[in-house]
């Protein structure tokens, strides 16, 4: 029984998750002023990748990279459960608790830079070097605003903080909120953050030499990965979800905030990026903290 | 009844799927999202590049036909040689070409291409793409305007939905031939000399 | 710990390069050590195609040595002809020169924008850039039945008059463009990412700029006002009523905002020549096509194009051919000797940000 | 100004070429002496270009150097005259940093040798091994011809005046062959005219 939820929810994330690219990328060309995309391009790209032939080979460890970031966002999705008040898509949340859930989040990266380490491409080597550099600061903001909230709702385990909320936590404490709201921005990859795979700068980061099946296991991975980190954080700060039309709605809400304002932005330098993460959202998250254990 | 923007759009998809051909169920899908997706490789070789901003930015928009840029050689399908070809330049587009994994394609822009176009009497360009790589489509023009563009890749995309366009078979098959041409003019060192013939090797893992 | 050195090739095939050419980084961790150019990826023998055609025919493809912007390339041939072959060309055709030359200004800034804005990922900004740039295009395309090559400034005067209602339709445009530019200013020359990234990056003090022989936008972000158009005024340009805007800082961003101001002067230029063009004929009385020759003499002409002094120097030998003729672009100086200095100690982020404010244009530069 | 330069370095004057543009031709030994002057006494301290001539029929390069007054309204053209074989010039990068980059452009174009150029690498061409392209004996068609394959059914690089000549004949030909069979068709129809009768 546990198995067919687990299936259902990674599918469930897996094509709520290219849904949400093929909308992004539809809606940052209206952005742009153009028609923009199918709705299931980026689908059919990863498709597409999963066909191709792989030409080159760097040795197993390299490969290892996509499989541990997949395995990453897999089981990070199934620590994260859908609803609240509801034991019907849960997942494994009950065998993990959010201590789980942000220690899967770190795996990821790391799994990444084994495998691109051993590449030799060196723009590869310099986006894992930039992303692993940024991702302390990145997650500070994030850890800040999560221990908060943990201490107000009294409890680590997600769906109870879902259901703590009487008011969402976004509006009741605002500023842990867009403390974490900076944190999520870098890590859903948008402007200004987005230092690791800067095109004009080190080609495609991290991905550089990936081509053909892998490409797409990383394509899948974000799509999954996105739409997991987007139900943590309305699980977190938006009181989660209490159906499918909820959620989508609440996550949707989430994801537009994001791409817009990265559409609206340039990138930072990497350590412009650090600094800014560890100036500005790190003290909004602090103050919040602190007017949070205050009250 | 629709018109403008979304009347060409919808005769440009429809000129997409024109094309019927004899192939099995899955060589029909697997060709129809290989058809649905075209990464170019950001390469501007000549002057015909001055054309592709427009193309695919907001005017003419490539991408509402599935075709995007791609940032690595790795990632991309389609190189674009856009116009004219130095031997400087030509070393490095077989390089590229190379490292882009199948199945790959070629897209000629301009004349130049097609058998020297402007500079027919330049000491430093080559006068006809074919002989040094396998070119899938070209299309002619000084350069070609963003619709020619926009026409040449809808026609490979039918090719390739019909399963049809195999530049990268025929490069592989007579790779001595292209090697002994492109040895020809670059001299004997075209770049990169493969020690392992791995270029070669199926599947490569 | 000895640092460990990574040499890396920026381009030619990378998002990131203002065209064919590339620059091999010698990088520590991100920061570059030492910079070397390397271009002729784009090398054609111009100089040498050039001495093989009569003139009418090699007209047909000076225009192809610069791409952004091919028209200061046709004013300059058709300026050393006239003036190797005692050419005065007439009133109205200055003025549709001048025009020509505007819009083209323009249409390169235009693309200067897409290139500097995508160099910081604000992606927004470039695809409006250019589908604005795709307007002034299309009246180019009217104008002279091409979107990119126009072969118009004949020598002699311009190819083809304009057509009817053409000048409405241009002023039409500078409305629209008017509005349009302010658009940019809010989203992208104001935008706090942008001003984080390019202030103080790229600086190039006074005394370098003037000794070195740098042009155009390098010399008017470190305050000297030069600009051939003010400096020995061709055309009708002494006529018209125009600044050469300038700023004090000598970085990416004072570079910006000067390239900015001078899409304002652009589109005042195009007014008054709108407003004031006059009627006559637009080509004067040319020899044979086949027959025209060149005395033995040589002539050094200039224009001001989008990134600075863009320079010819023509010698006939008393045949129909040309017997020399050396294009001196913008980019020759700034791409080896400003390049290869500003981008040591630079960061790896800053190099795409550092070109595209240099304009850089590999194919004038190996022709 | 004029008449000093007449004076010290030059034999003839100055020429006026435009009003904001002057040439004079000088001997290759006061070149350095001529540069340093205007530098010195005016405001000439810009180098611009460095161009070359080959006027082969002559047997020397012309070589042409620019250099423009520090706000741009003037600009000098010294132009000195060098032999073709085996050319050594004295390098001005030292001088004018820009120098490098123009001398090292017109070393691989015209195998001029620049003495004091620290970098004369090939700059556009690679592995270039035949005359340096823009010398006048480099034939770049016959280069072209022997070198690179054109596609079928391009005819046109050939030379255009014997081209036209033979094309003219070839029509004068036909032509004159058309009025014949004409003359003849007529003569012939006449006849069977006049059998028929």
Redesign the interface.
């Known amino acids: 029984m546990i198995l067919l939820e687990l299936l259902l929810m990674l599918l469930v994330a897996y094509g709520v998750g290219f849904l949400y690219y093929g909308l992004y990328r539809n809606i940052t060309a209206r952005f742009q002023r153009r028609f923009g995309p199918p709705l299931w391009q980026s689908f059919f790209d990863s498709i597409k990748f999963f066909l191709k032939e792989e030409s080159t080979s760097h040795g197993w460890m390299f490969y290892l990279g996509p499989i541990i970031m997949m395995s990453g966002a897999i089981t990070t999705l199934f620590f994260i459960p859908f609803f609240k008040e509801t034991t019907n898509f849960s997942g494994l949340s009950s065998y993990g608790n959010l201590f789980v859930v942000l220690y899967l989040l770190v795996l990821g990266p790391l799994g990444n830079a084994l495998g691109v380490g051993t590449g030799g491409n060196p723009f590869g080597a310099m986006g894992v070097t930039r992303g692993l550099s940024r991702l302390f600061a990145l997650e500070l903001p994030f850890y800040i605003a999560v221990i908060a909230i943990m201490s107000l709702s009294g409890s680590a385990d997600i769906s109870e903080i879902a259901a703590h909320q009487s008011t969402m936590y976004a509006l009741a404490y605002p500023l842990l909120f867009i403390g974490a709201l900076f944190s999520f921005i870098g890590m859903m990859g948008q402007s200004p953050f987005d230092v690791v795979g800067a095109p004009v700068e080190v080609y495609s980061g991290p991905a550089s030499e990936f081509s053909g099946k892998f490409l797409a296991l990383l394509m899948s991975q974000s799509a999954i990965y996105t739409f997991a980190k987007l139900v943590l954080m309305v699980n977190l700060f938006l009181g989660g979800a209490q159906g499918f039309l909820e959620l989508l709605l609440k996550t949707f809400v989430l994801f537009l905030f994001v791409i817009s304002f990265g559409s609206l932005y340039g990138r930072f330098k990497t350590p412009q990026s650090i600094d800014f993460l560890l100036k500005v959202p790190t003290t909004i998250a602090v103050i919040g903290l602190i007017l949070a254990t205050w009250s | 009844m629709e018109e403008g923007f979304l009347l060409e759009q919808k005769t440009l998809e429809g000129d997409l799927n024109s094309e019927t051909s004899h192939q099995s169920s899955v060589d029909f899908l697997m060709n129809w999202f290989r058809k649905r997706s075209i990464f170019v490789l950001a390469y501007g070789t000549g002057c015909g590049a001055i054309e592709m901003p427009p193309t695919f930015t907001s005017r003419y928009d490539a991408e509402r036909l599935g075709i995007r840029g791609a940032a690595t050689p790795r990632q991309a399908d389609v190189i674009i040689v856009s116009g004219y070809c130095s031997y400087k330049t030509l070393r490095r587009i077989i390089r590229t070409y190379e490292q882009m994994s199948n199945p790959k394609y070629v897209l000629a822009l301009g004349s130049c291409t097609v058998n020297g176009g402007m500079y027919w009497d330049s000491y430093n360009t080559i006068k006809k793409l074919e002989d040094y790589l396998p070119v899938d489509m070209y299309v002619n023009g000084c350069m070609p305007r963003p619709e020619s563009i926009l026409e040449g890749f809808i026609e490979l995309q039918k090719e390739i939905g019909a399963g049809k366009a195999s530049s990268w078979q025929k490069y592989e098959e007579n790779h001595e031939f292209y090697r002994k041409n492109q040895e020809a003019v670059l001299g004997e060192k075209v770049e990169p000399s493969y020690e392992a013939d791995w270029y070669l090797y199926e599947g490569g893992l | 710990m000895e640092n460990k050195h ?1 040499t ?1 090739f920026h381009g ?5 390069i203002t ?2 050419m590339s620059v091999e980084l010698d990088l520590i ?2 920061t570059i050590q030492k910079a070397t150019t390397h ?7 111009f ?3 050039v ?2 055609r009569t003139v009418i025919q090699a007209f ?2 000076v225009c ?1 040595i610069c ?2 912007e091919p028209d200061p390339n046709e004013a300059n041939f058709a300026a050393a002809v006239e ?1 190797l072959a005692g050419i005065e060309i007439s009133e109205r055709s200055k003025y549709i020169r001048v025009m020509v030359l505007e819009l083209s200004r323009l249409a390169a800034q235009f ?1 200067w924008l ?1 290139g500097q ?8 900004v ?3 850039a ?2 604005d ?2 307007l002034i ?1 299309d009246l180019f395309e009217e104008l002279t039945g091409a ?3 126009h072969m118009y400034i004949y020598p002699g005067g311009v190819r083809r008059d304009l057509p009817e209602g053409f000048l409405e339709r241009v002023s039409k445009l500078l409305s629209y463009m008017k509005k349009r530019l302010k658009d940019y200013d809010d ?1 992208f020359i104001n ?4 001003k ?2 390019a202030i103080g990056v790229g600086i190039i003090s006074k005394e370098e700029a ?4 740098y042009v155009g936008q390098v010399l008017r972000g470190c305050g000297i006002a ?1 600009d ?1 158009r003010k ?2 005024p061709y055309l009708i340009y002494g006529d018209l009523d125009f600044e050469v805007p300038t700023e004090l800082g000598g970085d990416v961003y004072a570079r910006a905002l000067v390239r900015r101001a001078e899409m304002d002067q652009s589109v005042h230029i195009l007014e008054q020549v709108v407003e004031k063009m006059p009627e006559g004929e637009i080509m004067v009385k040319m020899p044979a096509h086949r027959k025209f020759k060149l005395p033995k003499d ?3 002409v200039k224009v001001e194009s989008a990134r600075g ?1 863009f ?1 010819y ?1 023509m ?1 006939g ?1 008393g045949t129909e051919k040309i ?2 003729m ?1 294009v ?1 672009g913008p980019s ?2 700034h791409a ?2 400003l390049l290869e200095n500003l981008l040591v100690g630079a ?6 940000l550092i070109m595209n404010s240099l304009g850089i244009c590999p ?1 004038e ?3 | 100004m004029f008449k000093t330069i007449k004076s010290n370095f030059a034999t003839a004057d100055v020429e006026v070429k435009r009003q904001d543009l002057y040439k004079v031709v000088i001997k290759y030994d006061r070149l350095s002496a001529l540069i340093d002057f205007l530098y010195n006494n005016y405001t000439y301290k810009i180098l611009n270009a460095i161009t070359c001539t080959d006027w082969i029929e002559e047997g020397h390069f012309a070589l042409t150097y620019l250099i423009t007054t520090e706000d741009r309204s003037n600009t000098f053209m010294i132009q000195t005259l060098v032999g073709r074989e085996d050319t050594k010039v004295e390098s001005f990068s030292k001088k004018f940093k820009q120098a490098q980059i123009m001398e090292r452009d017109l070393h691989e174009m015209y195998g001029i040798d620049f003495i004091g150029n620290d970098n004369l690498k090939e700059l556009s061409l690679e592995n270039w091994v035949h005359t340096p392209p823009l010398r006048r004996e480099f034939d770049t068609l016959e280069f072209v011809n022997e070198h690179l394959t054109f596609r079928e059914g391009r005819e046109d690089n050939v030379d255009v005046k014997a081209e036209t000549k033979r094309l003219r004949a070839l029509k004068k030909a036909q032509k004159e062959a058309d009025k014949k069979a004409k003359e003849a068709a007529d003569a012939s129809a006449l006849k069977e005219n006049e059998d028929g009768k």
């Open positions: 990574i890396i030619p095939q990378h998002p990131g065209g064919n961790g991100e271009v002729g990826y784009l090398h054609r023998g100089e040498k195609l001495e093989r047909t493809i192809r791409v952004p003036e693309l897409a804005s995508g160099s910081i990922g604000l992606y927004a470039g695809q409006w250019i589908a740039r795709d295009l979107r990119v090559y989203i935008n706090s990412s942008f984080n990234r003037l000794a070195n022989g030069a051939v400096d020995a040589d002539t050094w002094e320079a120097y010698a030998d017997r020399r050396q001196r020759l100086v080896y000797t960061e790896l982020s800053d190099v795409a194919p530069i190996e022709r």
